[in-house]
C-alpha cells in the first residue's frame, strides 16, 4: 500500500474510533488503536526504505524485518505491540475492562502519531 494511503486509512480508522465509548465500546477501541498504529508504522517504514509498498507489516513484529530500524522507529514498534498484546485478551478472551488499558492506547497511539508526523517530514 501506498504512504499516503496508510496515512489516509489511519485517519479514518481514528475518525471512526472517536465515535466510540472508549469504555464501553473497549473492544472496537483497541482493535482500532492496532489498526491505526499498523497503518503509521507501514508508511513510515516504507518512507524510511526498511519496507517497500508492497510489502506491508500485519502486526508490530510480523513479519520479520530483515533490515535494522532507527530508534525511533522501534519505539514505535514497541508501543504499538504494547497495543496489540491486549487484544487477545479482549477481542477473543473474557478479559474484564480495564479503563488503564484504554489510557495506555491514547497514549501510546499519540506517540506513535507524532513519531510518525516527525519521520515523514
Given at each position: 500500500?501506498?504512504?499516503?494511503?496508510?496515512?489516509?486509512?489511519?485517519?479514518?480508522?481514528?475518525?471512526s474510533?472517536?465515535?466510540?465509548n472508549?469504555?464501553?465500546?473497549?473492544?472496537?477501541?483497541?482493535?482500532?488503536?492496532?489498526?491505526?498504529?499498523?497503518?503509521?508504522?507501514?508508511?513510515?517504514?516504507?518512507?524510511?526504505?526498511?519496507?517497500?509498498?508492497?510489502?506491508?507489516?500485519?502486526?508490530?513484529?510480523?513479519?520479520?524485518?530483515d533490515?535494522?530500524?532507527?530508534?525511533?522507529?522501534?519505539e514505535?514498534?514497541?508501543?504499538?505491540?504494547?497495543?496489540?498484546?491486549?487484544?487477545?485478551?479482549y477481542?477473543?478472551?473474557?478479559?474484564?475492562?480495564?479503563?488503564?488499558?484504554?489510557?495506555?492506547?491514547?497514549?501510546n497511539?499519540?506517540?506513535?502519531?507524532?513519531?510518525?508526523?516527525?519521520?515523514?517530514?
Amino acid at each position: 500500500m501506498k504512504i499516503e494511503d496508510h496515512i489516509i486509512k489511519c485517519e479514518r480508522i481514528e475518525r471512526s474510533a472517536g465515535k466510540l465509548n472508549r469504555d464501553a465500546d473497549y473492544e472496537m477501541f483497541v482493535e482500532a488503536s492496532m489498526l491505526a498504529g499498523t497503518h503509521l508504522l507501514n508508511a513510515v517504514l516504507h518512507h524510511s526504505g526498511i519496507t517497500q509498498e508492497r510489502n506491508d507489516l500485519l502486526h508490530s513484529d510480523k513479519p520479520l524485518l530483515d533490515k535494522p530500524v532507527k530508534p525511533e522507529i522501534a519505539e514505535m514498534m514497541r508501543r504499538l505491540k504494547q497495543i496489540e498484546d491486549l487484544r487477545s485478551g479482549y477481542l477473543r478472551g473474557k478479559t474484564a475492562w480495564q479503563a488503564t488499558h484504554g489510557d495506555l492506547c491514547v497514549d501510546n497511539m499519540e506517540s506513535i502519531r507524532t513519531t510518525a508526523h516527525e519521520l515523514l517530514r
